[in-house]
């Protein structure tokens, strides 16, 4: 039974404002260890910690709140001049703040947090003390062991018992400690602290920072209550109440203009169609359609957030690891205010996280690396977010060694990932895009942190997944840039209706880039391939039939030249009906292959909107789909 009973709405409003406020603390500790003489950044962190402390006072947290009170203390003392920051007590603080965010893990499942480690309690008490790092103020971060053992296996390897972990984490107050001296070989050399970075993994400090337990990890189980509150968490929104106030004022003159059109409609049906009443009715209707058009752009308003609710906590994950690297980071975050939908917000978390993380083990180099170039030992990686027209573009710079195409495609050849004859017709960005690759990786060695060739690869998936896409750009010696490019909204999906026969169908706006005649002088037959030249480019050509599975009524008259993130191509069709703002409807009970959905244009009629990167992935007997399946899918909605 939850130790909250009759509080759980207090605890789930302490959890989202305390999480909101510990990660801006997070962020503002980062900020502080470059500049350890700000008082005023100080200052703040003390009164998000003192907010903290008070919530937690409310429900009764008593160790979260011993904890608060103690790491609380070290700010006063910082902000009072009577103590020094240092690296030491900087790892202390974030440990600190790690076991924090622990804490609410234990409060989100009900259950009162157990005690904060024995040896963190104590580090905290040296460090009030001025024991820690006194005569070190200024040390360098240690550097990573260097013969630390190989990472295990992937396969064959036993993993970690997260059963038994999770049973000791949950265990009441005072048998933590215990049980872990239980289960430890007499003699053997105390464990690291869980949230201390300098005994930690890379990988661990990842999912330290990101507040994730252990059994969070793929594959694992976790309480059922903790499953359930997260669908409750993920599935609210903050809306500033600006933007509901519009929606109620636009709420309030829509129905006043159906008042206006019912009363217009009995004045019609009572046989006055005089030129006013007419007049009348198409001034209510064109009002009407304004209303809704406003309407619908301020509850689309409501589902877009701020994208630095998301970049607040990657300074901390960046600073953390490049600390275990023995590298000097500096993570700099631009355009934190630009608005994204919020359905998007989770699945970018981790393709960005992959490439944060790929910028400081891959991208940077080491401070003597650094120096050797002539560059600054500390690097800089930039994270930034703007809008650009109906997209939103997030890009992850760094100032490091760069990349050399040559060198990946080597690489790839040597995986088996392409052959020597896709080798030789490469150019520059499609070898860059040769990271992005299943199983590809530039490291002989697999670590904590990378080697195995998942991460570009989660990247790739789940930005697809988002109908966006992602440019690589490097300079070997300069760095590289990664520009992600993604839809405004996934609610409304600007598309291209084109015909095939008589049958409409809507494709991605954004894959199109221009739309061009098909003279069949200029179409010739390239290895069983149609193809056409288009600016000195040759580029292949699928009729929409083929790739549909339908029989061939009518030459293809006109073409459309579609980029896709790999490749650029021409789509053959019978014609084309314009572009329309498509509000997606989805297929749950039966959707064919190569479709995404559906959407009911301005004239009533509905049209299935295709999945070109699906429709490329069938196979020929899986292309042969009667036209009776695709009149199935729209029956479904009509």
Not at 304 to 324: C, E, N, T, V
Not at 329 to 339: D, H, K, N, P, R
Not at 379 to 385: D, F, N, T
């Amino acid at each position: 039974m939850s130790n909250f009973q009759g509080m759980e709405g207090l605890l789930q409003d302490f959890l989202v404002e305390a999480g909101d406020l510990l990660s801006g603390v997070d962020n503002k500790l980062v900020d502080l260890e470059r500049n350890p003489g700000d008082h005023h950044l100080l200052n703040e962190i003390f009164r998000g910690f003192h907010t903290i402390k008070g919530g937690a006072g409310f429900l009764n947290a008593v160790e979260l709140v011993t904890l608060c009170h103690l790491t609380e203390n070290l700010f006063d003392r910082l902000r009072n001049n009577e103590l020094r920051l240092n690296g030491e007590i900087m790892d202390v603080i974030l440990a600190a703040t790690g076991s924090v965010r622990d804490m609410f893990d234990m409060l989100e499942r009900g259950l009162q947090p157990a005690p904060a480690d024995d040896r963190l309690l104590a580090r905290l008490k040296a460090a009030l003390a001025g024991e820690l790092g006194a005569d070190a103020p200024n040390a360098a971060p240690p550097p990573a062991p260097a013969n630390a053992p190989p990472a295990a296996p992937v396969t064959g390897a036993p993993g970690p018992d997260w059963d038994a972990l999770f049973t000791a984490l949950t265990k009441p107050a005072g048998t933590l400690g215990s049980a872990a001296a239980a289960n430890s070989p007499a003699g053997a050399a105390p464990t690291p602290l869980s949230h201390d970075v300098s005994g930690e993994t890379p990988e661990q400090i990842i999912h330290a920072a990101l507040g994730r337990r252990s059994t969070d990890r793929p594959g694992s189980s976790a309480p059922s209550g903790r499953r359930e509150n997260e669908k409750t968490r993920d599935s609210s929104i903050r809306v500033d109440t600006a933007r509901l106030d519009q929606v109620l004022n636009l709420s309030g003159e829509i129905g006043l203009t159906k008042n206006r059109l019912n009363a217009l409609r009995s004045q019609i049906i009572n046989g006055q169609s005089d030129t006013e009443t007419l007049h009348a009715l198409d001034q209510a209707v064109s009002q009407l359609d304004l209303l809704v058009s406003d309407m619908q752009n301020a509850v689309m308003k409501t589902r877009m957030q701020p994208i630095g609710r998301l970049f607040q906590k990657y300074p901390r994950i960046a600073r953390d690891l490049a600390r275990s690297l023995g590298k000097d980071v500096e993570l700099e975050l631009v355009g934190e205010e630009t608005e994204i939908d919020k359905t998007m917000i989770e699945d970018l978390s981790d393709p960005i996280i992959h490439l944060i993380r790929n910028a400081v083990d891959h991208g940077v180099e080491s401070p003597e690396e650094r120096r050797a170039a002539g560059k600054p030992e500390k690097s800089q990686v930039r994270l930034e977010a703007r809008q650009e027209g109906d997209h939103i573009v997030i890009m992850i710079a760094d100032d490091g060694r760069g990349m050399h195409a040559e060198r990946l495609r080597a690489k790839a050849l040597e995986k088996g990932l392409i052959t020597d004859e896709e080798a030789n017709t490469l150019d520059e960005r499609q070898s860059f895009n040769l990271i992005l690759l299943p199983g590809f990786s530039t490291k002989d060695a697999v670590s904590d942190v990378s080697g195995r060739g998942v991460g570009m690869d989660v990247v790739k998936t789940n930005i697809q997944k988002l109908k966006g896409r992602i440019d690589i750009k490097s300079t070997p010696g300069r760095g590289s840039t990664f520009v992600i490019s993604l839809p405004l909204t996934l609610a409304i999906l600007p598309v291209l209706l084109v015909q095939l026969g008589e049958q409409p169908f809507a494709v991605p706006l954004s894959m199109v880039r221009e739309i061009m005649p098909i003279q069949p002088s200029a179409v010739q037959e390239v290895g069983g391939c149609a193809t056409m030249v288009v600016r000195g480019t040759v580029l292949p050509m699928y009729p929409l039939n083929s790739l549909l599975g339908w029989p061939s009524e009518q030459v293809p008259t006109y073409g459309v030249l579609m980029q896709t993130a790999e490749h650029a191509f021409i789509l053959a069709i019978d014609g084309f009906m314009g572009r329309e703002d498509a509000v997606i409807k989805s297929l749950d009970d039966f959707r064919p292959k190569g479709v995404a959905g559906v959407t009911t244009l301005s004239n009533g009629k509905i049209v299935l909107i295709l999945d070109m990167k699906e429709l490329f992935q069938m196979t020929g007997e899986e292309r042969g789909v009667p036209r009776s399946v695709f009149m199935q899918a729209i029956a479904q909605v009509a």
